[in-house]
């Protein structure tokens, strides 16, 4: 059975009959992290990896869920006292309070969901989570008239309100306004967002997960956004968009060595990401990978959230050939995603498998990625 019928099924072994399936897109990043709290750009796109849930609204004021991957099962009522004790069921009560405290409608329904999106692997799996609910419940009983960026603010609220990590938009947002073949860049700031078409004859995505697993919350990704935070008030703007190296430079002198590391790779990154854009525009794939590279570069060396799995993986890509390579997403794990050339791809692929388990005892996982739509009723 393929993943619709799993869920199909599972949702009537537990409630019964049938419900309405919705999906929503876990994504990458090709290049732009830790900009988007910066008010910088990032550059995402959803991904051929999704959550799937069937529900169903049941004529009560409770919800009913279960999640066939973790085989767990949790209800709750819509008021801030019915919050559930499961930390994946906070996902879905806070989709569900943030909608009713932008005026929404929520009513009771049964759920059953899973998911193909890898856990651990920076692949956001939880926004595909927050995503998928925010757009049903939308559909199901708000005749689709919140917005959709207002429904990408709804799974952001969750994390920051239901689940203690204060995220960005990008994730969510990306969820939401996923399309096939495009990558989306977003102007965090503005929310102001452009479609670029991404499908290079030639080369694929691929992503290398060093199954090193991250855990964000009360981690050091929250460090990460103070130190921005002071090196900004330091300047006098408003966030990091509005600062250059030459301000940072100037006040060098009075901030600790530490932020200042964070936000020069910052600036550096928000001024990559609008690179990036006009190579692939010019279809120079060449400084698309280049600029990838001086990414990951970055990320380990001043921003300090890669870890010596992941700069291996990118060390092995650089021997092979791939034309870009860097770690993706908040970092601490997850994995690499690279750039490959077809031509190359079998090479890089055992090449990695083998020298990585010979230094870790274990394989990476591989995941070939394709472009696509983002949350949708199926």
Known sequence: MNLKEKVAQAFADHFGGEGILFASAGRINLIGEHTDYNGGFVFPGAIDKVIMADIRPNGTDSANLYSMDLGESASFGFNEEDAPSQQWARYIFGVCRETIKRGGTVKGFDAVFAGNVPLGAGLSSSAALESCFAFAINDLFNGNSIEKFELAKIGQSTEHNYCGVNCGIMDQFASVFGKKDCLIRLD???????????????????????????????????????????????????????????????????????????????????????????????????????????????????????????????????????????????????????????????????????????????????????????????
């Open 188 to 378: 965090c700031r503005s929310l102001e967002y452009e479609y670029f078409p991404f499908k290079i004859d030639g080369y694929r995505l691929v992503l290398v997960d060093s199954v090193v697993k991250h855990e964000l919350v009360d981690s050091p990704y929250n460090k990460r956004r103070q130190s921005c935070e002071r090196v900004a008030a330091r300047l006098g703007v408003d966030t990091l968009r509005d600062a250059d190296m030459a301000m940072l430079e100037s006040a060098k002198s009075d901030i600790s060595a530490e932020d200042y590391m964070r936000a020069k790779f910052v600036i550096e990154e928000k001024e990559r990401v609008l690179d990036v854009c006009n190579a692939l525009g010019r279809g120079d794939i060449n400084t698309v990978g280049r600029l990838m590279y001086e990414t990951h570069a970055g990320l380990s060396k001043d921003y300090e959230v890669s870890c010596e799995e992941l700069d291996f993986l990118n060390d092995i890509a650089k021997e092979c050939g791939v034309t870009g390579s860097r770690i993706m997403g908040g970092g601490f794990g997850g994995c690499t995603i690279n750039l490959v050339a077809n031509d190359k791809y079998d090479h890089f692929i055992a090449t990695a498998k083998e020298k990585f388990h010979a230094k870790y005892g274990h394989e990476p996982k591989i995941y070939d990625v394709i472009i696509s739509d983002g949350a949708r009723r199926l």
